[in-house]
């Protein structure tokens, strides 16, 4: 069935740029997404990419997408203490009913001053 | 801004109650889910909607119900309550199927069962 892997923890020191990869298996997938959980609250749309797309940039966020190997990363730029939180991958899987989004059990970013 | 209101941020009930978790979006979007989140086992589906009256199970549907009588409104149900339905429970909702705008999720309802 569809599975989407991510690891579960990245430690950053301020300033730096953080990585964060994810692979993925449904092929079909049209769009990927990743959201972003802080502390308590509940998942936030933080960008997504079309499949047809390499690269999406939008100011400190950069997407990668490798429809080949299936790999997905979302790179944070002068990663800041406001951006530690969980990230979730997620792709738009049609093998279940609705074209239901399979997510990542969430990559957790804490960032070191 | 497309909304996503949980009724409760937290909640404290006892083993074998009925509980009642609200969901309540104001896009108009066709589709809903319930999710439950726990540590190292990420986001589980419990059951999910893509139309008023209409259900479908998720991954983890045992130990409980959903209602969605009207289509801004998606209820999940613990018809009795156990201390493993502790845990953070997500809705979302969506537009349609391979929309670009993925989910709409709630800030969530974090309930303990005592």
């Known amino acids: 069935g569809e599975d989407v892997e991510q690891s579960l923890f990245l430690s950053v020191r301020e300033g730096d740029s953080s990585v964060i990869n994810c692979t993925y298996t449904d092929s079909s997938s049209t769009y990927l997404y990743w959201y972003k959980q802080e502390p308590g609250a509940g998942l936030q749309l933080l960008t997504y990419i079309f499949s047809n797309m390499d690269m999406k940039q939008d100011q400190r966020l950069t997407v990668l997408l490798n429809k080949k190997d299936k790999h997905l990363s979302l790179r944070i730029a002068d990663t800041q203490t406001g951006d530690s939180a969980i990230y979730f991958c997620?792709?738009?899987?049609?093998?279940?009913?609705?074209?239901?989004?399979?997510f990542g059990k969430g990559t957790k970013l804490s960032v070191k001053p | 801004d497309v909304k996503v209101t949980q009724s409760s941020r937290y909640l404290v009930k006892r083993t074998g109650e009925k509980v009642f978790l609200e969901c309540v979006q104001d896009?108009?979007?066709?589709?809903m889910f319930w999710y439950r989140q726990d540590p190292g086992l990420g986001l589980r589906l419990i059951y999910f909607?893509?139309?008023?009256?209409?259900?479908e199970k998720g991954d983890i549907p045992e130990g409980y119900s959903v209602s969605r009588e009207k289509k801004e409104r998606f209820s999940l149900i613990l018809e009795s309550a156990s201390t493993n339905q502790t845990s953070m429970y997500l809705c979302?909702?969506?537009?349609?199927?391979?929309?670009?705008?993925?989910?709409?999720f709630g800030s969530g309802t974090r309930l303990t069962v005592v």
């Open positions: 979302a909702s969506s537009l349609s199927a391979g929309s670009n705008y993925g989910y709409t």
């Open positions: 896009m108009d979007h066709e589709n």
């Open positions: 997620a792709e738009n899987s049609y093998g279940g009913s609705q074209g239901n989004l399979i």
């Open positions: 909607s893509y139309d008023v009256k209409m259900k």
